[in-house]
């Protein structure tokens, strides 16, 4: 069975500097990976999604993600953070192509933004 | 935004009682997927269904049950509710084929007492 790591809970970081949030899977294949972003009370929003070829994925907002294989890792960047980051970050991880069978998500990442 | 909506958006119930939150969605997309999110514990998977009368459990399946009568809407039963299962449940929809995204409702906000 999959599973995906996000070891870091909170990280704050002061608006206008950059931004890495680590997240790390586990899957004997090859995984269909996601980051989603949650602002408090609301939905999750897709950010981006990496299936096959280059491993440096666009998302909106100017986030991008890096898939790593050999390190397990598909971590999420930014280089300048607004106020308006500050939000729930989940990665997951699908076991089929598009998670057909359902994702799994890490435990996320609450980002706080200092001014 | 994808044309998906949860009702109820909030409720409070009794330990005992039953309970079924409907997912609705306009986007004729063949999956739908239903979750919990507790703190601490991301998002869960409970069950998904991959076409009208087709379901499946997942990670999380024990008390709930789901039933697919028409493509546009799912809905989640719990039978007998408890406070383990206060919590906010998503719904989430992805296509048939293709780079397949899921794409989530809003939420219910269940409170068991």
């Known amino acids: 069975a999959q599973s995906v790591t996000q070891p870091d809970i909170h990280i704050t970081v002061s608006e206008g500097a950059s931004l890495e949030l680590r997240c790390n899977y586990s899957y004997g294949a090859t995984p269909y990976l996601f980051w989603y972003v949650q602002s408090p009370g609301q939905g999750l929003q897709l950010l981006l999604k990496y299936f096959s070829g280059d491993t440096l994925v666009q998302g909106i907002k100017g986030f991008e993600a890096e898939f790593k294989r050999s390190q397990s890792s598909f971590n999420l960047r930014k280089p300048s953070v607004h106020w308006s980051d500050a939000a729930e970050y989940f990665c997951?991880?699908?076991?089929?192509?598009?998670?057909?069978?359902?994702?799994?998500f890490g435990k996320g990442t609450h980002l706080i933004i200092q001014p | 935004d994808a044309g998906i909506t949860q009702s109820p958006r909030h409720k409070v119930t009794e330990t005992g009682t039953p309970v079924t939150l409907r997912c609705h969605q306009t986007?004729?997309?063949?999956?739908m997927y239903w979750y919990r999110q507790d703190p601490g514990h991301g998002l869960r998977l409970i069950h998904y269904?991959?076409?009208?009368?087709?379901?499946d459990k997942g990670e999380v399946s024990d008390g709930y049950s789901v039933s697919r009568s028409k493509t546009e809407d799912f809905l989640l039963t719990l039978e007998s509710a408890t406070s383990s299962q206060t919590s906010v449940y998503f719904c989430a929809i992805s296509e048939d084929g293709g780079e397949e995204t899921q794409y989530f409702g809003p939420g219910t906000r269940l409170l068991v007492l």
């Open positions: 997951a991880v699908g076991a089929r192509r598009g998670g057909a069978d359902g994702l799994t």
């Open positions: 986007e004729n997309h063949r999956y």
């Open positions: 269904s991959y076409g009208v009368k087709d379901t």
